[in-house]
C-alpha cells in the first residue's frame, strides 16, 4: 500500500539554527501538507500546497517557514531560524483531490534545545 | 467558539460496550468531515469520512447534523484495540482541514 514517508524521525538541533524536515507524498496525490503537534496539544494545520503553490496557511506559518517541492518526489518544510517553541512532532500529509482524506506519514519530531 | 470542539474524556468502557462521541464545528459552510484515530505519539489514521446520510463500516457508525453543526461517531462491540484518541476533523475553508483536540477512549477487560 502506497505511503508518505517522512525523514528524519528524530531531529534535534540548536536555537537558531536552519532545519529542513523532508516528505515523499503519495505519488498521484495533488495536495499536500504540513501539519504539526506539540506534546500534548492538537494537530495544527501549517500549511497547504497545490500546483507548486501554497494554497493555504495558518497564522502558524510565520516568514520563518517556507515550504518547497524541489523535485517530482520531494516535499520540504524549512524553519529557518528555530525557537524552543518549534519544538513538536511535524507531520507531512498529502491527498488525492481537494479537502479529501488525508494520509500521513509517521511524523518527524523535531527538538529544539 | 472553536473552529472544532470535541469532548476530551476520557471514556472508560469495558469490552463490548457501546460508545458515543460528539463534535461540533463553527463554520456552517463547511463540506468535508472526517474521523481519525491516534495512538499514542503516532500519525492519525482515517477512520471514515462522514456523509449527509450518515454512513457504517463494520462496528462504526457516523452521523452528520449540518442544522446543528454537529458530529458523531458510534462504535459497537468495543475492543480493547479501540483505545486510541479519536478525533473529528472538519475543512474550515478552502483546503484547510481543521482537527478537534480530540477525545480519549480506554477499553478495559
Known amino acids: 500500500e502506497p505511503e508518505v514517508t517522512q525523514t528524519p524521525s528524530h531531529q534535534v538541533t540548536q536555537m537558531g539554527q536552519e532545519v529542513i524536515l523532508r516528505c515523499v507524498p503519495i505519488s498521484n496525490h495533488l495536495y499536500f501538507y504540513w501539519y504539526r503537534q506539540i506534546l500534548g496539544q492538537k494537530v495544527e494545520f501549517l500549511v497547504s500546497f497545490y500546483n507548486n503553490e501554497i494554497s493555504e496557511k495558518s497564522e502558524i506559518f510565520d516568514d520563518q517557514f517556507s515550504v518547497e517541492r524541489p523535485d517530482g518526489s520531494n516535499f520540504t518544510l524549512k524553519i529557518r531560524s528555530t525557537k524552543l517553541e518549534d519544538s513538536a512532532m511535524y507531520f507531512c500529509?498529502?491527498?488525492?483531490?481537494?479537502?479529501?482524506?488525508?494520509?500521513f506519514g509517521s511524523g518527524t519530531q523535531l527538538s529544539v534545545l | 467558539r472553536k473552529e472544532v470542539e470535541q469532548d476530551p474524556g476520557p471514556f472508560n468502557v469495558p469490552e463490548g460496550a457501546t460508545v458515543a462521541f460528539n463534535c461540533t464545528y463553527s463554520?456552517?459552510?463547511?463540506?468535508?468531515f472526517f474521523w481519525y484515530r491516534q495512538d499514542c505519539r503516532k500519525e492519525p489514521k482515517l477512520l471514515m469520512s462522514v456523509y449527509s446520510s450518515g454512513n457504517e463500516d463494520g462496528r462504526f457508525t457516523a452521523q452528520l447534523n449540518r442544522a446543528s453543526q454537529y458530529i458523531s461517531l458510534l462504535i459497537r462491540d468495543s475492543k480493547l484495540s479501540d483505545s486510541a484518541t479519536y478525533l473529528c476533523v472538519v475543512n474550515q475553508y478552502g483546503n484547510k482541514l481543521v482537527f478537534g483536540a480530540g477525545t480519549i477512549l480506554r477499553v478495559k477487560s
Open positions: 500529509a498529502s491527498s488525492p483531490g481537494m479537502v479529501e482524506k488525508l494520509f
Open positions: 463554520n456552517s459552510a463547511s463540506q468535508s
